[in-house]
């Protein structure tokens, strides 16, 4: 006798409908989720971004569906009313150029100059508030030598002085070494660079060690080498005015003073 089929099993292959009705209702939530995305309230955008931003007025061009994005990007548009002008003394924030300050400056170098009649150069540049004082190699080093001489003493001296006097308005001091183009290779230096680097942090070194009030935080050697001619290094002339020592003075402005 042929046995009866079972019944108990019918029904049970629809159970991936269930997981097919899941999907299709995440998939209705996602692009209903889209859909408030693309329709963002203006007003409370523009708040957003205003509070995120720390300007004093901030629009933005509201652009969020694709379309619109490519065709028109968002735009900022800052108000600058309350920036600072340049040049402007009232206000404090801005880095105001005085140059009563420069010119005091330049004053007293070459007052500085003729009272030591020194064959120094003066050099002026009220463009970058600097002033140059552009001394020979042998008033401070011998030949081939980054050792200060002690006939430079007096002189080194006198000049420590004279910017400890003016530190109030002096921002920076750079000392800068120059040479020729005569190469120098010798157990102490190794190069003109060298030389250079050596000859600017000793006569740094000199002016900070005078104690006489110059924060040393202000004073930069810089080792130049023969890269900066002011002259023709096809001459023993113009190789004698390349190797010199620059002090480059820069001036302070309104907010550097009163800070």
Not at 75 to 95: F, H, K, R, V, Y
Not at 214 to 233: L, Y
């Amino acid at each position: 006798m042929a046995r009866k089929k079972r019944g108990g099993d019918v029904g049970e292959g629809a159970n991936w409908m269930d997981t097919y009705g899941d999907l299709v209702t995440l998939l209705l939530c996602f692009f209903v989720l889209l859909y408030s995305f693309s329709t963002v309230d203006a007003e409370k955008w523009e708040e957003l971004v205003g509070a995120f931003g720390g300007y004093g007025s901030l629009s933005v061009v509201t652009a969020m569906d694709l379309e619109t994005v490519v065709e028109a990007p968002i735009a900022l548009e800052i108000d600058m009313s309350m920036a600072n002008t340049p040049n402007d003394p009232s206000n404090p924030n801005e880095g105001y150029v005085n140059l009563e300050y420069f010119k005091k400056l330049v004053e007293s170098l070459d007052a500085f100059i003729q009272a030591n009649n020194l064959a120094a150069t003066l050099i002026e540049r009220e463009e970058t508030l600097t002033v140059t004082l552009r001394i020979n190699e042998n008033t401070l080093f011998d030949s081939g030598d980054a050792t200060l001489k002690t006939s430079s003493y007096p002189f080194l001296d006198s000049l420590s002085f004279l910017l400890g006097d003016q530190i109030d308005i002096i921002s920076a001091i750079y000392v800068e070494g120059h040479t020729d183009t005569d190469p120098i290779r010798t157990p102490l230096y190794e190069d003109n660079w060298d030389l250079a680097s050596k000859r600017a942090t000793n006569a740094a070194r000199y002016i900070t060690d005078a104690n006489t009030g110059i924060d040393p935080a202000k004073i930069i050697p810089q080792g130049m080498g023969e890269h900066h001619p002011v002259a023709t290094n096809s001459t023993p002339e113009g190789k004698a005015q390349n190797r010199r020592v620059d002090f480059v003075i820069q001036s302070v402005t309104d907010v550097d003073i009163n800070r």
